[in-house]
């Protein structure tokens, strides 16, 4: 829907920490969800997917949780770096005929040194 | 190289003219996606492509049109009738479905401004 005016959610850690950086969807069809990353004025980098048949997928300092009961997804980083300092989306797609990926509103992290 | 190329980076235009924002891409993919991001915003879906010669809209096609009559290609014009097109433009693409491999690569953006 319509999110015009409302900012991103922001996160800051230290440099070291975890990060954990939350998702809530709202189409219970929904079947297949990416995690990207966004650097200032470029495009959204892939980071991990999880489909909905799993709960957790690990990648390299990434885990990503899936529960599909309170719909809600979760993207973890471990060693939390000043590169991983971005703006975080997650989008889903559900495979019932439609090719719509549609992104959450996106979490702004910021890793202090 | 494989990729998705959007040109131009930027771009600006006078009120009142349509302008086309280009999105070729070289992945062998059959989907294709535009979206609208507008400053501190997330991602607003304007189109969207399944396969060549078919597409459809996304939750804010108004004032927007595309194409998709070559499977590399899906560009999206802005027109006179969309109210406030100054915004940063991102082009997408993926395989269909949800199997492995089917994440949406996205393009380096437009940012076009209109005065």
């Known amino acids: 829907g319509e999110n015009v005016g409302l900012h991103l959610p922001t996160l800051s850690v230290q440099e070291g920490d975890n990060s954990i950086i939350n998702c809530a969807y709202s189409n219970s069809a929904s079947d297949y969800f990416i995690w990207y990353k966004q650097e200032s004025g470029k495009g959204p980098q892939f980071i991990i997917d999880?489909?909905?048949?799993?709960d957790k997928r690990q990648g390299q300092r990434v885990t990503v949780l899936l529960n599909k009961t309170v719909k809600h997804l979760s993207l973890q980083i471990a060693a939390t770096q000043p590169g991983d300092s971005a703006v975080y989306f997650c989008?889903?797609?559900?495979?019932?005929?439609?090719?719509?990926?549609?992104f959450g509103k996106g979490t702004k992290l910021t890793v202090n040194p | 190289d494989g990729g998705i190329t959007q040109s131009p980076k930027y771009l600006f235009r006078k009120e009142g003219q349509n302008v086309t924002l280009s999105c070729e891409q070289n992945?062998?993919?059959?989907?294709m996606y535009w979206y609208r991001q507008d400053p501190g915003q997330g991602l607003r879906l304007i189109y969207y492509?399944?396969?060549?010669?078919?597409?459809q809209k996304g939750d804010i096609a108004e004032g927007y049109s595309v194409s998709r009559e070559k499977k590399e290609s899906f560009p999206l014009t802005v027109t006179s009738a969309q109210k406030n097109p100054t915004a940063f433009y991102l082009c997408a693409s993926s395989l269909t479905g949800t199997g492995p491999n089917t994440e949406a690569f996205f393009g380096q953006g437009t940012r076009l401004t209109v005065v």
């Open positions: 999880i489909r909905s048949n799993m």
């Open positions: 492509s399944q396969i060549v010669n078919d597409f």
């Open positions: 992945l062998n993919h059959d989907a």
């Open positions: 989008a889903e797609k559900n495979k019932g005929g439609s090719e719509k990926l549609v």
